[in-house]
């Protein structure tokens, strides 16, 4: 069975840091694009990144880009988000999500963590 | 970036009633859309890839249709589970973007 537990999440000041972590079974990690996705409080699904399958390839979006760093361990089965410089726009829910391949390019998110619970505010 | 823009925003329908989303890009993205539908306080469920491609395991009352910039997701009758918000998505170019969602509400 595919699992994807998020963790790493709580509250921290404005300008803190936090890292937050995503273990996998079930599934061969390093076979797989993995990325994170956040959600604000009753807003939407904003996507955060990706990161190929062996971390050679990573996009942002521009909102974190510079301040947010994902990587991966694949011998952990283990995928990660450095937050630094934290703002409080930053506050959101965080899930994993499994990008399998469409073709030779990851495609939409086929398993998602329950999501880590990041509140940024002094 | 791609602008991806749902309507409705809200829905009122009834248990068997047939309900369409439409989800509009701000450029072609053809194929690459999906659909997914979200019940408070949970991860998002992944329903549709490929605008028409229904994920193993979905109920074959949902589908998706459409090309280009223009697709929509379909019930075909609503059951009490399907209550839910439901978000497009497309992954054609960085940054991938959701569109706002749509609440399918009880009516």
């Known amino acids: 069975e595919v699992q994807l537990v998020d963790s790493g999440g709580g509250l921290v000041q404005p300008g803190g840091s936090l890292r937050l972590s995503c273990e996998a079974s079930?599934?061969?990690?390093?076979?797989?694009?993995m990325s994170w996705v956040r959600q604000a409080p009753g807003k939407g699904l904003e996507w955060v990144a990706n990161?190929?399958?062996?971390?050679?390839?990573?996009y942002y979006v521009d909102s974190v880009r510079g301040r947010f760093t994902v990587s991966r361990d694949n011998a952990k089965n283990s995928l990660y988000l450095q937050m630094n410089s934290l703002r409080a726009e930053d506050t959101a829910v965080y899930y994993c999500?499994?990008?399998?391949?469409?073709?030779?390019?990851?495609?939409?998110?086929?398993?998602w963590g329950q999501g880590t619970t990041v509140t940024v505010s002094s | 970036d791609i602008q991806m823009t749902q309507s409705p925003s809200t829905l009122s329908a009834s248990v068997g009633d047939r309900v369409t989303i439409t989800c509009r890009a701000s450029q072609s993205i053809n194929p690459w859309l999906a659909w997914y539908q979200q019940k408070p306080g949970k991860a998002p469920k992944f329903l549709i890839y490929k605008a028409s491609y229904l994920e193993t395991g979905v109920s074959s009352r949902f589908s998706g249709s459409g090309s280009g910039a223009e697709f929509t997701l379909t019930i075909s009758s609503l059951q009490p589970d399907d209550f839910a918000t439901y978000y497009c998505?497309?992954?054609?170019?960085?940054?991938?973007?959701f569109g706002q969602g749509t609440k399918v509400e009880i009516k």
């Open positions: 079930g599934f061969p990690f390093s076979a797989y694009w």
């Open positions: 998505q497309q992954y054609s170019s960085y940054p991938w973007t």
């Open positions: 999500a499994r990008a399998p391949l469409s073709g030779s390019r990851p495609g939409a998110f086929d398993f």
């Open positions: 990161i190929q399958k062996d971390g050679s390839e990573i």
